[in-house]
């Protein structure tokens, strides 16, 4: 019996052994997804312009010998929500501002793509972009400008009160393809987060403010290749074809002495006069009424085609042109990240510019930048407050000089009304009567 013993205790020591082993084991390869996950996510390149960010960037010289190179100034702008958080605006009005940083070269090739990046508006910019571009290949910086080729331009482009544009081009075989749809960018003076992610099945999503804006495809919503399917030309509505949802029901039979119901009967309550003469008159007949018992000309009910097939469609088929390219989705190796844009008003702050592979860490620098978002808005709020007090002033201010110069020119309206009539201004009416005394 403690030989049994003995021997049932080792056995149920090594089972719970074993257990702990597997238990350990499930540990360690869990970690190693959570690890190999991890490392598998890139941050290619971050921009949040805190010192030292000029020596990333480079300015470039395009149309300095002009003059109509603008320059960014360094700051958080006129409402941040942190005032510690600065980015680069434009300063000058009715400028061309070029920028550009060379990065880490990458593909997106068997990965996901995902640029984001800040913009604030603070001025009201009537024309002009707030757009960011992708750049390949050898760029000489100091001349990178509107004719430098680019492989994405992602951002507004407003200008009036009815282009308010959210560019997506892509470039393709040295060809630049914008997007079909019509996306609007947003207008107001905050800051909106653009964020931009393409994947390898050749998917994308456009996001503003962590807020789907935007889904589809590059298939479809580019015309960088043709269609797939294509709508057969040559095809015909089959004779047979049913496309009546309702027929006359074929039993149905006429009414005995439907058609002998006249439309029309004798008013039943007219009542001949009482000066009618025969002799004179002739006759009287009452007036015709609406027959209520006549339903008109008799029909067949209506009845569901058995044989209804629905409404005939062209039917689509596979495009002798298409020829599938499965690298449609990939840029070529990107190098550079550049800001190229022209401005009537300036007043535009860029920030947080986010080159990635990992839409979860794109969408928690949004978050981590919003946490300040109700700051802004009251700082906002206050610098319109004060806005609106200068503009009153300002009026109020031109309103008094205009009075005080009036005056000095002798047309001080109190003394004018007292001699109205002295400086009574003749109407082009008053001319005509006395033109009209003297003939």
């Known amino acids: 019996m403690e030989e049994h013993a003995l021997a049932s205790s080792a056995f149920a020591l090594k089972l719970n052994t074993n257990k702990l082993r597997l238990i350990m084991l499930l540990l360690l390869s869990l970690c190693f997804c959570f690890l190999t996950q991890f490392s598998l996510s890139?941050?290619?390149?971050?921009?949040?312009?805190?010192?030292?960010?000029?020596?990333?960037?480079?300015?470039?010289?395009?149309?300095?010998?002009?003059?109509?190179?603008?320059?960014?100034?360094?700051?958080?702008?006129?409402w941040p929500g942190d005032p510690d958080d600065r980015g680069i605006q434009t300063s000058s009005d009715a400028k061309h501002y070029a920028i550009s940083a060379k990065i880490p070269e990458f593909s997106n090739k068997n990965r996901t793509l995902v640029v984001q990046y800040s913009l604030r508006l603070e001025q009201d910019i009537e024309c002009g972009g707030g757009y960011i571009k992708l750049l390949s290949g050898f760029v000489n910086q100091k001349k990178f400008g509107g004719d430098t080729p680019y492989s994405l331009m992602f951002g507004p482009d407003i200008c009036g009160t009815q282009t308010k544009k959210l560019h997506v081009i892509l470039s393709y075989q040295g060809q630049n393809y914008p997007m079909k749809k019509d996306l609007e960018c947003e207008t107001d003076k905050l800051t909106h987060f653009y964020?931009?992610?393409?994947?390898?099945?050749?998917?994308?999503?456009?996001?503003?403010?962590?807020?789907?804006?935007?889904?589809?495809?590059?298939?479809?919503?580019?015309?960088?290749?043709?269609?797939?399917?294509?709508?057969?030309?040559?095809?015909?509505?089959?004779?047979?074809?049913?496309?009546?949802?309702?027929?006359?029901?074929?039993?149905?039979?006429?009414?005995?002495?439907?058609?002998?119901?006249?439309?029309?009967?004798?008013?039943?309550?007219?009542?001949?006069?009482?000066?009618?003469?025969?002799?004179?008159?002739?006759?009287?007949?009452?007036?015709?009424?609406?027959?209520p018992a006549y339903k008109g000309p008799w029909k067949r009910k209506k009845i569901k085609n058995p044989n209804y097939k629905g409404k005939w469609k062209t039917p689509w088929i596979d495009n002798p042109e298409f020829e599938d390219d499965p690298d449609l989705y990939v840029l070529k190796p990107i190098k550079y990240v550049g800001i190229e844009v022209w401005q009537v008003k300036a007043g535009s702050v860029f920030d947080n510019i986010l080159i990635s592979d990992d839409p979860d860490y794109a969408k928690q620098v949004v978050e981590?930048?919003?946490?300040?978002?109700?700051?802004?808005?009251?700082?906002?709020?206050?610098?319109?407050?004060?806005?609106?007090?200068?503009?009153?002033?300002?009026?109020?201010?031109?309103?008094?000089?205009?009075e005080r110069r009036r005056k000095e020119r002798g047309y001080d309206h109190r003394y004018r009304d007292r001699y109205k009539d002295r400086y009574r201004r003749h109407h082009r009416r008053d001319h005509l009567d006395d033109y009209h005394d003297e003939l």
């Open 368 to 402: 981590e930048v919003f946490a300040n978002r109700e700051a802004e808005k009251e700082a906002f709020e206050k610098a319109e407050q004060v806005r609106k007090a200068q503009e009153e002033e300002e009026a109020q201010r031109a309103r008094e000089e205009g």
């Open 195 to 291: 964020t931009f992610i393409l994947r390898p099945d050749a998917t994308y999503s456009i996001l503003i403010d962590n807020r789907e804006k935007d889904s589809g495809s590059m298939y479809t919503d580019w015309d960088i290749l043709p269609p797939r399917k294509i709508k057969d030309v040559n095809a015909k509505k089959p004779a047979d074809w049913e496309d009546r949802e309702y027929i006359d029901d074929p039993n149905g039979i006429k009414p005995e002495g439907y058609d002998s119901i006249p439309a029309e009967v004798p008013d039943p309550k007219a009542k001949e006069p009482d000066n009618w003469d025969e002799e004179e008159d002739g006759i009287w007949k009452p007036s015709k009424v609406p027959n």
């Open 42 to 78: 890139e941050v290619i390149f971050e921009e949040h312009f805190h010192d030292g960010w000029q020596n990333r960037w480079v300015k470039s010289d395009w149309k300095k010998s002009e003059g109509k190179a603008g320059t960014f100034k360094h700051t958080a702008g006129k």
